[in-house]
């Protein structure tokens, strides 16, 4: 057995299954996110409930909800019919995972929401089961085939149902104006939080620590005030203080390979002109993205009027552990 090959037949089986489900995707999802649209504008909360895959598919799909800031409950069907249906109030929405359609706990749960009048999205590959026919909207998740080799092991479904539910609290997301700001609240806690929560002005270099010289300087000055304030690079400023540049040691390394002469030429033959930069006031998340997608270790910070303030070092993103 060649198990690389197996193990992209499986993966090539899931991408097809994929792409039924890409194609299916219309009305019902709409009003499906109407319908928790109006729960969450209502200060309703959801109920996922499912038994055994789904029901572990359901946990993901409330952590997620959770986590943009959709209170979401995930109620065990079993503990529902013996008091947990407590947890339930008028203007709840239920979301109900089963394949099948015919899961007997779940079935048996049907009569109970319908009597507390809870409008009900089912996610399901059972399009004429009970469960399709009691609720309000119906999430198509049928496939042709499993992934497993004996048709059995649930693979293609599963993965069919976790995809669509990341879609439903993805579009869910935007559909509510959620933005990073948010999340960040609800994610205080490591790197990531970090990142949100803090500004560029929590971070950037300054006063003593920001070599600023102007575009008259000569390289040697420039070197000796990037040394002054422990940085790898000096922000170009000109006489109304706005900015002409940034010239890092880069820029001197390479400048110094081709004219070991260059100490008393002015930075400006040598300087960055037009450098990447960013406002004081934007998150440090902001920061990350754009060092990672330009590539470069130093970033100028301006404020308003666009006159620089500060700089952001790697460094600094690190010793903060933001990165």
Known sequence: MNYPDQARRVIRLEIDELERLHTR????FSEAIELLLACFRGRGKLI?????????IGRKLAATLNSTGATTVCLNVGDALHGDLGVID?????????????????VDLLPHLKRLS?????????????LAKQAN???DVQVSQEACPLNLAPTSSTTSMLVLCDALAMVLLEARGFQAEDFAKLHPGGSLGRALLTRVSDVMRTGDQLALISPESTVSAALQAMTKARSGAAVVVHADGTLAGVFTHGDFVRAFQNDHAISELPVADFMTREPISIQADKLAAEVLATLEKARIDDLVVLDEKGHPVGMVDTQDLTRMRLL
């Open 90 to 106: 008028p203007g709840d929405l239920a979301i109900l995972l089963s394949y099948s359609g015919e899961t007997s706990e779940l």
């Open 118 to 130: 809870l409008p009900i999205v089912a996610i399901t590959g059972g399009l004429e089961s009970t």
């Open 25 to 28: 995707v219309g009305e019902g």
């Open 137 to 139: 909207c119906v999430l």
């Open 48 to 56: 996922v409930c499912g038994v055994g895959k789904s029901g572990n």
